[in-house]
């Protein structure tokens, strides 16, 4: 009986560690940032990604662009669908214009105040200058990645230091 008495507090204070609380609301405002953090990273990699599976797709990799540019400085690159697919639906150039313009803006190495954008029933055209022969591949894939866009035309030049 002596023994059961001993093993009885040892047993108590084991469970008594085991009970959880509820968070609280600091431990799940901690959790929700994380777990929010970890996925604005998985979606920064996987759109990172993505226009790297462009680059090389439509041959804007640096070699693709040094080649281009070696040949005169344009660049002109299109999709495998055309503006006959839409059979029916008028292309809005201003459309196509701003949406390019707001992803220019939304590219922290492009800058949309020295690229200008036009477009012409899907083919739109790039002019102004980037800080780096590979920005010029990239400013293509975002326009380029656009819907109502079949066709760019770059004509975008690397700044002079």
Sequence with gaps: M?????VLPILALTF???EKSPPTLVEKTETAVKNAAEKTKDAALDAKDAVADKLAEWKLTPSDLKADLDKGGRIVRSKAATVGAKTG????????VTVINAKLVGDAQLSALKINVDADHGTVTLKGTVKSADLIGRAVVLALDTDDVVQVV???TVEKP
């Design 154 to 156: 770059s004509l975008l």
């Design 2 to 6: 002596n023994k059961f008495l001993l």
């Design 89 to 96: 639906v008028m292309l809005d150039n201003a459309k196509v």
């Design 16 to 18: 008594a560690g085991c």
